[in-house]
């Protein structure tokens, strides 16, 4: 922020993703919309913020929308997900991710998100929490805490493409969710696709709208 004391713009950078607020004509705005990771998923709220990306990153940003879902966990039916869970198929078995788990390349290789914003393995199993589907001892589904926050999560999920088409993802996702509900934290789902949407859908989440997301290579 400009002031710790009396901010009149302020940047949070979580991985990617950078949200912005206050006032976006001020210089300091310009100089925070330049402080971005090398590839950066910008996300503002007003019409006033979205001319000054466009206008600081002329030529360098390509705007795209995700989709948020309500958040309330009276959404999420718990008998619903532990029946979504008893789904999987023979030869595939779910685990939550411990230390051991968290090393093993195949879930590493899947998604580097799924514990990047944890300081560490050991942080990410202190202060974080995932479930992984394996076959023949590998890797092939994991959902995941990107990030955390008092009350609750931000989902991170991602199957490998030989097995995908066979409900892990959901299946997977369905693991983290109920363990975060039996926790008192809520799963917050805010989907990147089409996929991602009708995905939480089948979970139980309530979409609410789409918003604008700018892609920014710097």
Not at 36 to 54: C, G, M, N, Q, Y
Request: glycine share 6%; with cysteine; net charge negative.
């Amino acid at each position: 922020m400009d002031d710790p004391e009396d901010p009149s713009v302020a940047q949070i950078t979580n991985g990617i993703f950078v949200f912005y607020a206050g006032d976006p004509h001020t210089k300091e705005a310009e100089e925070l919309l330049f402080n971005l990771p090398e590839f950066t998923l910008a996300i503002v709220d007003s019409e006033e913020w979205k001319e000054r990306v466009e206008s600081v990153h002329s030529g360098s940003f390509e705007k795209f929308q995700r989709y948020r879902f309500e958040k309330n966990r009276d959404h999420l039916e718990r008998n619903h997900i532990q029946h979504l869970i008893s789904s999987l198929q023979e030869g595939y078995e779910i685990k939550l991710v411990d230390k051991n788990l968290a090393k093993e390349p195949s879930f590493q290789e899947l998604s580097e998100d799924f514990i990047s914003q944890f300081d560490s393995i050991d942080d990410f199993v202190n202060r974080g929490i995932g479930y992984a589907i394996l076959h023949k001892g590998k890797v092939v589904s994991a959902a995941t805490s990107f990030s955390i926050y008092d009350e609750g999560i931000e989902i991170e999920v991602a199957s490998h493409p030989d097995h995908r088409r066979k409900g892990l993802a959901t299946i997977v996702s369905s693991a983290l969710i109920l363990d975060c509900l039996e926790r008192g934290k809520y799963p917050s789902w805010d989907g990147a696709n089409a996929e991602s949407v009708e995905l939480a859908k089948k979970l139980g989440y309530i979409f609410k709208e789409p918003y604008d997301t700018y892609f920014i290579e710097r």
